[in-house]
């Protein structure tokens, strides 16, 4: 008897399923509903925060179950099924972060951090690329500090060095540095996956993600998918049976979706 398999989504969405300077997903909303009707999930694994992704799934007019903040929140287990939590918090909230942050690092260290919730209003939006209702949910954070670092590569390490010993993180993405407690994307998608398989065993996971942050959660799943980032080369990204797409987000995104699905339908 053919197994039938439950295919669980895990997206990163800045660059990988949105459009990296619109932030828009019309081209391919169709093909996100199609997906969905057939039975799959779509989980948004992202840095953003809740109000942000809430605010994707109002635009496409679902209810997706999704890891925010780079891993520090699950919500909506139990939109797969009931008996399932509805949230499942990983980290410390961001003011106990910050607080160790403080207490361990050398000034020196300190003051080239320029935290984006100290800036004003025109050097945040500038960084981030969004402006009124939707930086105000980009800023809006539980469990993460957004920062820009201003030292070089050799003090960025020793930063990450310093701060790994109480259990803290760097986090970088597209346009920022999050600092973060111990968790990451690849975290999240473990714990969302083991609580899944109490009621479903057959399981396949796809991820795609388009940055370095995304890289341990691309290597965690059944099917990594990268999509186009002129960033770094595929010489610096050792995941065996990658799926890339020279084609940039959002048509990227359903790129390496339909070849994964079409991998799945052959195994």
């Known amino acids: 008897m053919e197994k039938v398999f439950k295919v669980l989504i895990f997206t990163d ?10 932030f828009k997903f019309d ?4 093909y996100l509903k199609q997906i969905i009707s057939k039975g799959n999930y779509i989980i948004p694994n992202s840095s953003k925060t809740e109000k942000e992704i809430l605010e994707f799934n109002n635009e496409l007019g679902s209810s997706l179950p999704y890891i925010s903040e780079n891993g520090a929140a699950i ?13 499942l918090i990983l980290s410390r909230e961001k003011d106990d972060i910050l607080n160790i942050f403080k ?13 984006l919730s100290e800036m004003n209003t025109a050097n945040q939006s500038l960084i981030f690329g969004l402006y009124d209702k939707k930086l105000k949910m980009a800023l809006d954070r539980r469990y993460t500090v957004p920062f820009i670092f201003n030292g ?21 993405g597209g346009r ?3 600092l973060s407690d111990r ?45 186009f980032n002129d960033k770094f080369t595929l010489d610096e990204i050792p995941i065996n049976n990658l ?25």
């Not at 909506?76 to 509805?86: A, E, M, R, S, T």
């Open 13 to 22: 969405l800045d660059g990988s399923l949105l459009n990296r300077d619109t």
């Open 27 to 30: 081209e391919i909303k169709d």
């Open 75 to 87: 919500n909506g287990l139990d939109l797969l099924n009931p008996n399932l939590p509805k949230e």
């Open 103 to 115: 207490n361990i690092v050398p000034l020196s260290l300190q003051h080239k951090c320029k935290w």
């Open 152 to 172: 070089n590569k050799n003090e960025k390490n020793q930063l990450s060095k310093i701060i790994k010993k109480d259990g803290l993180t760097l986090q970088e």
């Open 176 to 178: 920022v540095i999050n």
């Open 183 to 227: 968790i990451n994307k690849a975290k999240a998608l473990r714990v969302f996956v083991r609580f899944y398989k109490k009621y479903h065993k057959n399981v396949k996971t796809i991820a795609v993600g388009d940055n370095y942050n995304d890289l341990d959660m691309l290597k965690t799943s059944d099917f990594p998918c990268l999509v």
């Open 243 to 267: 799926i890339v797409t020279n084609k940039p987000s959002p048509e990227g995104w359903a790129d390496v979706i339909k070849m994964a699905l079409v991998k799945i339908n052959k195994n």
